[in-house]
């Protein structure tokens, strides 16, 4: 759900921050390497021993401390990125003559990279970080990397089941994913998440949270089998999401509910859609062709304009929120429009607003060129909004500047007319559903909670009361 409209404007920044590409591949990937084997070197003769094997740091993003951490294993190491979620990911280590080392993971978006040396007598690691465009100086202590508090991730033991689960996508590709199975042999309603703009894992890992995460575990100890996905291209899923046009995406989005309706555990005609930002334009789009249609949709801070429309007002909406008079306001989003239009945003160098996440792979030309991109600006998701006969349920936050009212909550309300369908507009919380004092981007990592509790229950009561007319 963090899968958020993406900050897709935050492309258009004068530089990458550390924590470029939010998108990431989930905690349990551990096999040998996420980024291919490659064969590290043995120390050379004379090389100074690192004693110690974990390590920790920071990155200074806007001011603000955005923590590394490096296990060293062997010939092998375990990157933490928290903010992108990555967490312990094996990456290899090469080490030079001098001792240096480089720690790579090539099939991320920037392809993170540090290197690193001792520092003459200290118990320190100094070197480099990159990634994307973004390079920064690098120091690394001893010690475990620290995690900001997320008090609503769940904590083992649980009381349900997960299975790590294969869907076949539109075009046979393999997406994989997680599915949670409440106590008992069911059958349950079921929900399928899907996740915002960009690249995504199935926890939707944005600035640290997992929103997917959290809300998967709040729906299952409440009678839900739920089901989340790596997105294509991320995590451990295959395919290439720059190359899928919206049609794919869609295929995706029905594929993934016909797992569920087949799944010996779920009541087939008690499966839904939850989707936030984007992820609610494609549930609209998905249940135009499936039959029977979904047994509801919950559209969180979802847009009701086409992505062209939408990425003008949340650069209008954001700009106006830093106090920038109107004159400079309409001079950046001419710029931006003409960044859009000609492909060429990775060559836009002014500052405008952004996040620390904002992403290595948004300044590359194959996203700026992808026909992925192409459909989120030009697709329109009015008509399958208007003419949807599912019970929808679409929450914003009040403080949402990604997806203003503009584009969301005031535009909702004359599209939604099915039977029992609502739009709530809540005060205080920003695009994620969590309880902001501006609504910036910049905000989301600082803030412990990662769904706002009474977004969740009305969330809750809306669900429980619409499947009992079923």
């Known amino acids: 759900m963090s899968r958020v409209l993406l900050p897709l404007l935050a492309a258009l920044a004068s530089s990458l921050p550390a924590t470029a590409a939010a998108q990431a591949t989930t905690p349990s990937l551990s096999s040998p390497t996420a980024s291919g084997q490659v064969a590290a070197a043995a120390p050379a003769a004379g090389t100074a021993p690192y004693a110690a094997n974990?390590?920790?740091?920071?990155?200074?993003?806007?001011?603000r401390e955005v923590p590394v951490g490096l296990n060293l294993r062997g010939n092998g190491a375990e990157l933490w990125l928290p903010d992108q979620g990555i967490r312990g990911v094996p990456v290899p280590v090469v080490r030079n003559a001098a001792g240096t080392l480089t720690i790579r993971l090539d099939h991320w978006p920037g392809q993170p990279q540090l290197q690193l040396a001792r520092s003459g007598e200290a118990a320190v690691l100094r070197g480099t970080f990159r990634q994307g465009g973004f390079s920064s100086p690098l120091t690394l202590w001893p010690g475990a990397v620290t995690l900001p508090p997320r008090p609503q991730e769940p904590r083992g033991p649980l009381p349900y089941r997960s299975q790590e689960v294969t869907v076949w996508g539109e075009g046979a590709v393999a997406l994989r994913g997680t599915l949670t199975l409440p106590p008992g042999p069911g059958p349950f309603p079921a929900a399928l998440l899907l996740s915002g703009s960009g690249p995504q894992d199935r926890d939707s890992t944005l600035h640290g949270h997992r929103p997917f995460l959290v809300?998967?575990?709040?729906?299952?100890?409440?009678?839900?089998?739920?089901?989340?996905?790596?997105?294509?291209?991320?995590?451990?899923?295959?395919?290439?999401?720059?190359?899928?046009?919206?049609?794919?995406?869609?295929?995706?989005?029905?594929?993934?509910?016909?797992?569920?309706?087949?799944h010996d555990s779920v009541r087939p005609?008690?499966?839904?859609?939850?989707?936030?930002?984007?992820?609610?334009?494609?549930?609209?789009?998905?249940?135009?062709?499936?039959?029977?249609?979904?047994?509801?949709?919950?559209?969180?801070?979802?847009?009701?304009?086409?992505?062209?429309?939408?990425?003008?007002?949340q650069l209008r909406t954001q700009l106006s929120a830093q106090g920038l008079s109107g004159a400079e306001i309409e001079a950046r989003a001419t710029l931006q429009a003409q960044?859009?239009?000609?492909?060429?945003?990775?060559?836009?160098?002014?500052?405008?607003?952004?996040?620390?996440i904002e992403q290595a792979w948004l300044y590359s030309r194959a996203f700026v060129r992808s026909p992925y991109l192409q459909d989120f600006l030009t697709y329109d998701p009015r008509p399958a909004l208007q003419d949807s006969q599912v019970p929808t349920l679409a929450l914003f936050g009040a403080r949402d500047l990604q997806v203003p009212p503009a584009a969301g909550a005031a535009r909702m309300r004359e599209l939604l007319h099915a039977p029992g369908s609502e739009v709530h507009e809540l005060s205080g919380l920003n695009h994620l559903l969590q309880p902001a004092r501006t609504g910036l981007p910049q905000e989301y990592a600082a803030i412990p909670t990662t769904l706002d509790p009474a977004a969740l229950d009305l969330l809750g009561r809306w669900l429980q009361s619409t499947l009992a007319q079923r």
């Open 54 to 63: 974990t390590w920790h740091g920071s990155l200074l993003q806007r001011g």
């Open 215 to 262: 809300l998967a575990d709040w729906l299952t100890r409440r009678g839900f089998a739920v089901l989340r996905l790596d997105d294509r291209g991320t995590g451990a899923s295959d395919g290439d999401l720059y190359s899928a046009h919206y049609r794919d995406l869609a295929g995706d989005v029905q594929a993934a509910t016909t797992f569920l309706r087949r």
């Open 269 to 313: 005609d008690a499966v839904g859609l939850i989707g936030h930002s984007e992820g609610g334009s494609l549930a609209a789009l998905g249940a135009q062709a499936l039959r029977p249609a979904p047994a509801f949709m919950v559209l969180l801070g979802s847009p009701a304009v086409p992505g062209r429309e939408l990425l003008d007002l």
């Open 339 to 356: 960044a859009l239009q000609n492909h060429r945003v990775g060559e836009l160098q002014v500052p405008l607003p952004s996040s620390e």
